[in-house]
């Protein structure tokens, strides 16, 4: 149980465009999904905090026009880097709290993103 | 804000030995979770800890729960080559988002 996906696994783009990461809760609904981001050999840097039916709540330094996050359902949210710059390249992982349990989060696989 | 000092920032082990980390926080957490990270992959959840004092076991990994609420370990015995990764120490305070430590890089000779 608590299988969180991440779809794509990795994705390349060109800089100015627009990419959408998906993360789901494959078997338990999460009113609570987290959205990180990881530099190499670097710990998790937390963006923004996406709750189901509002807004998400960033963190500070993180431009919420830039990272679009929507959780429209329980088991789905969508983390979208707009006009995207190559130092935007880096490895996004989500995270989602079973409303159920206290406060473990499981984590995604990552999406490793390029911008070129 | 919050911050976790995890120690130590890499290990060197021969195959067989046991292995501690830990971590320390200047102020409390209400609860602490040890998580497992392979290259290129999300961090997997290995112990959560919800009580001070607690010592809680997953097969050869065993983590506690400091007495003081600042401190968390993680100990790894008859260590084997599947154990390789990065370990991150996690705490939750008052909200319900994760400080993470650093992480601690485990390199198991064979």
């Known amino acids: 149980g608590a299988v969180v996906s991440q779809h794509p696994s990795r994705v390349i783009c060109k800089s100015g465009t627009s990419v959408k990461i998906e993360c789901r809760s494959l078997d338990f609904q999460a009113t609570t999904m987290f959205w990180y981001r990881q530099f190499p050999k670097k710990s998790l840097m937390l963006m923004a905090t996406?709750?189901?039916?509002?807004?998400?709540?960033?963190e500070q330094g993180v431009e919420k026009d830039k990272f679009l996050i929507n959780h429209a359902s329980l088991t789905l949210s969508t983390l979208t880097v707009t006009s995207a710059h190559p130092e935007d390249s880096s490895f996004y992982i989500c995270?989602?709290?079973?409303?159920?349990?206290?406060?473990?989060?499981?984590f995604g696989p990552g999406t490793r993103l390029t911008v070129t | 804000g919050q911050q976790l000092n995890q120690s130590p920032q890499s290990m060197f082990i021969q195959e067989g030995e046991d292995v501690s980390m830990n971590c320390t926080s200047s102020s409390i957490f209400n609860t602490w979770l040890w998580y497992k990270q392979d290259p290129g992959e999300g961090p997997v959840l290995l112990i959560a800890?919800?009580?001070?004092?607690e010592l809680t076991s997953n097969g050869r990994l065993t983590a506690q729960f400091g007495i003081t609420r600042k401190d968390s370990f993680l100990n790894i015995s008859a260590s084997i080559p599947s154990d390789v990764g990065i370990y991150f120490c996690?705490?939750?305070?008052?909200?319900?988002?994760?400080?993470f430590g650093k992480g601690t890089k485990l390199t198991v000779n064979p």
């Open positions: 800890l919800y009580k001070a004092g």
């Open positions: 995270s989602a709290r079973d409303r159920t349990s206290s406060y473990e989060q499981y």
């Open positions: 996690a705490g939750q305070g008052g909200s319900e988002k994760l400080v």
């Open positions: 996406s709750n189901e039916g509002s807004k998400a709540t960033y």
